[in-house]
């Protein structure tokens, strides 16, 4: 009944849609709709894109990437390091307030700091900072973090969203500081309707070239059709996650135009290597060739995103751009199976999340289609997000749909969290002791070259380990009103509305 | 099928109410018949349930593709002479699915509310007979059940158990329960008081034979009824819950599940929710037409019109 009532909105909606109606949005708001609500605006607890769109108009880092992927000043102005590598000095910029007034200088950016490090915090994201061994004030505008080893990532991790500085106000007790941000950034956080919408106003007291739009709304609409709806009945501006289906529409009207960037997200199959059978490496290596990537890319995805075998995105630097797919081979996929013992393929579970990324529910049931090819009999479960995510931490799960990005651009992150034995996103449950050794190293390692050719080492064994198959690398498709100009959009899926003209 | 009351059985409780005992069951299936008509629209219900039964039977031969079978290289194709219904997002066929689906949505229907008569109707009729203390403490647990709104419960049936389309036919079952038991009770109360029964309890028939023989088949009836118009409402609910992604799993052809990832291309292609829906629609609406010439056939207070 449900069912029916809701098929029954969506072509009510669909009829609207066709009717020329053109409820424009006021000429100062921007109204962005996606397809999830955040969860936190507090930055050292952010985990999720939705709220990183919202917490990234709200705080500023210290350094920031630019249109162009290069690191550029924010509330450093510039920067430098000692000559043991080990302290990093940033000085300051001057005549900035948060939104609640109180200054910004070294101090705030020291409590900034020590509020992610702070144990007590309990950060599910502190080991990013955790780099960092302490916080010096110099004076009220310059500030140096301290590392116990030469760490030469340190101005790109900085960058990272979990690293953006927050108010003093966050360490008021019974702040709420995940509900009431304060931070310096060019937009001020208004309101909070759980579900439905959160409202950012301008911040008249910005230090930087002021927004011209006054107001943003971030919307939450969760059908991907109600999206592409609203945005042509021009109810909304922008909007997230285009399906590559309504490609060809929304690209044939005038009224609407598509913003399309590559991503640093790669789309994967994780396997969990200690669970039977895949903790054989034949079994892993016999289904990366039983998957046909290259029609999952082309028949589900509409031959949007990229296409490759490496576990980094190749437009990441220093990522490795000459890993191709395993090659489709059915008859190579039984042979591998037989001879690490399973002539007659084996059962398993494949959990995907819904919505949550490009077709992920329909690419699960495609490589469902494909596994049964070999013999591999894979039964789908697809539970909430939170219970995903929970399920995922716990490593328990044979098979899952993942996704990972690279906010800050630097292989080091990811290379951290995904391949070291320890990172906090295995959950490959993948371990090689060399690797492990490779990512500390490399972190030591200033000469660019010299570290990139340490990190396509680890990439290599990725890659002839088949700890995850990599099906693609992700697109980001948005689309916005053709009077909408200024919408950014970086490969680290950062999306900034700051310059945002409406005509 | 043992406890459920056959259509004879239905039919020769209409002739007993008018006739004396031991009229002819073929005297009272025309009877049944000739008033089962009266409803207009029941013959072309019941005739159009029985298509979707034929077309559950004969499945494998009516499908003309693989229900599972993608095919990448044609996805989301709109109806032609290929696939007549056209394909899915992954090139799988639309019409050998939706042919597919009835079976499972027919199943959903009947076993659900065949679980809730085998188990409601007894709690019912022994509340009903034995009355007193039993009876209370029957029905205060059932009226705890009814408490309940019916998807709320099923949902939280399926959280516990897991999604899957047997948790949803459980599910279905359970909240249905208390209505077969309000009503065999009911039923009971008024047969009870008949003097065949107080004939068979003076002649000391055992209580067992006594409800069996002459208490269920006299409030057959109503229950046939009511069973009729559960199964189309479990139906709906069953593919509502599959919709919600709690019933069948993928690659499933259960038409609610096909409305939930067919809606993601509504714009594009509609043929992916027209034709389950249209299934869900037709299939919900004989039985309903059928149901209601059941009713007008059984009740007999219109017997008397002829």
């Known amino acids: 009944m449900l069912g029916t009532c809701r098929c029954v909105a969506v072509l009510a909606a669909l009829a609207l849609g066709i009717t020329p109606v053109a409820a424009q949005t006021p000429k100062g708001t921007l109204v962005f709709a996606s397809g999830g609500d955040a969860d936190t605006l ?53 005549g900035v307030t948060f939104h609640d007034g109180t200054p910004f200088n070294a101090e705030a950016v020291k409590q900034s700091f020590e509020r992610i490090l702070d144990p007590a915090t309990a950060s599910p994201r502190r080991s990013i900072a955790s780099v960092i061994s302490a916080v010096k004030v110099i004076d009220e505008y310059t500030v140096a973090l301290i590392t116990d080893k030469p760490f030469a990532p340190l101005p790109s991790q900085v960058s990272m969203f979990n690293l953006a500085i927050v108010g003093p106000a966050a360490k008021t007790p019974g702040a709420d500081y995940a509900r009431k941000p304060v931070g310096t950034g060019p937009f001020k956080f208004a309101a909070w309707q759980v579900g439905e919408k959160i409202t950012l106003v301008r911040n008249e007291a910005y230090w930087g070239p002021k927004p011209a739009i006054e107001r943003i709304e971030f919307r939450v609409v969760p059908e991907d059709s109600a999206r592409v709806l609203q945005l042509m009945s021009g109810e909304a501006d922008v909007i997230a996650n285009v399906p590559p289906a309504m490609l060809p529409q929304l690209k044939s009207s005038s009224a609407v135009k598509v913003i399309q960037e590559t991503s640093f997200r790669t789309v994967l199959l994780g396997v969990n290597n200690k669970i039977k059978p895949f903790d054989d490496l034949r079994v892993r290596q016999a289904l990366a060739h039983a998957i046909d990537t290259s029609s999952l890319v082309k028949g589900v995805l509409r031959g949007i995103p990229k296409h490759g075998g490496g576990i980094e995105a190749p437009d990441i630097p220093g990522a490795r751009k000459d890993l191709p797919p395993y090659a489709h081979d059915t008859a190579k996929a039984r042979r591998l199976l037989a001879e690490a013992g399973y002539p007659n393929g084996f059962s398993t579970t494949l ?5 949550r990324f490009m077709n992920d529910r329909q690419l699960a049931e495609a490589i469902q289609a494909q596994a049964r090819e070999v013999g591999i009999d894979i039964k789908i479960e697809a539970p909430e997000w939170a219970t995903y995510n929970t399920l995922l931490n716990k490593r328990e799960v044979p098979l899952f749909l993942s996704t990972k990005g690279n906010p800050t651009g630097d292989l080091d992150l990811t290379m951290h969290l995904v391949a070291h034995s320890a990172g906090q996103m295995n959950f490959y449950n993948w371990k090689n002791p060399k690797a492990d050794q490779l990512i500390e190293t490399q972190r030591g390692t200033t ?47 950062t999306v900034t509305f700051t310059h945002v003209r409406k005509n | ?54 077309v559950a ?10 229900p599972l079978k993608n095919d990448l290289a044609r996805t989301l194709m709109p109806p032609g002479a290929e696939n007549w219904f056209g394909t899915d997002e992954l090139g799988r066929d639309v019409l050998s699915r939706v042919v597919y689906g009835a079976r499972l949505s027919l199943s959903e229907g009947l076993v659900a509310v065949l679980l809730a008569l085998a188990a409601g109707v007894p709690i019912g009729v022994v509340a009903g007979y034995v009355g007193g203390r039993t009876d209370m403490i029957i ?46 009770r009911g039923a009971t109360l008024s047969v009870k008081e008949e003097p065949y029964i107080e004939a068979c309890r003076a002649l000391g028939v055992p209580h067992l034979r006594t409800l069996w023989r002459h208490v269920l088949p006299n409030i057959a009836a109503p229950i046939l009824v009511i069973a009729a118009l559960r199964v189309a409402i479990s139906i709906l609910t069953a593919s509502s819950l599959s919709f919600l992604g ?48 059941l009713r007008i056939a059984l009740d007999p207070k219109t017997t008397d019109l002829r």
């Open chain 1, 42 to 94: 507090d930055p050292h607890f952010i985990l999720e894109r939705p709220d990183v769109r919202v917490s990234m108009h709200i705080h500023e880092n210290l350094v920031n990437f630019d249109q162009n992927g290069e690191l550029k000043p924010e509330l450093a102005e510039s920067w430098s390091v000692s000559d043991d590598r080990l302290t990093w000095t940033f000085n300051l910029r001057k």
């Open chain 1, 351 to 355: 959990m995907t999340p819904t919505g």
């Open chain 1, 447 to 493: 000469d660019r070259e010299q570290r990139y050719a340490l990190l396509s080492e680890i990439q290599q064994s990725f890659y002839d380990e088949v700890p995850a198959i990599v099906l693609f690398y992700d697109a980001q498709l948005y689309a916005a009103r053709s009077n909408v100009t200024g919408v950014r959009v970086q490969p680290n899926e």
């Open chain 2, 1 to 54: 099928m043992n406890d459920i009351p056959s259509f004879t059985a239905a039919a020769h409780v209409v002739a007993g109410a008018n006739a004396a005992e031991g009229t002819a069951r073929r005297n009272g299936l025309a009877i049944f018949w000739r008033q089962f008509r009266r409803s207009q629209l029941a013959l072309p219900g019941g005739l159009l349930v029985l298509a979707f039964v034929l």
């Open chain 2, 57 to 66: 039977c004969f499945a494998p031969l009516i499908a003309t593709h693989d």
């Open chain 2, 139 to 184: 029905m205060r647990l059932i009226d705890v059940l009814m408490a309940f709104p019916g998807v709320l419960l099923a949902i939280a049936i399926i959280s516990v158990l897991g999604p899957s389309l047997f948790n949803v036919i459980l599910a279905v079952a359970l909240y249905t329960i208390p209505i077969f038991a309000r009503l065999a």
């Open chain 2, 246 to 293: 709690l019933g069948a799993q993928p690659p499933s052809p259960e038409w609610g599940a096909m409305l939930a990832s067919g809606r993601n291309y509504i714009l594009i292609a509609p043929h992916l929710v027209i034709f389950p829906g249209l299934a869900i629609v037709l299939l919900v609406f004989g039985l309903n037409l059928f149901q209601d010439g």
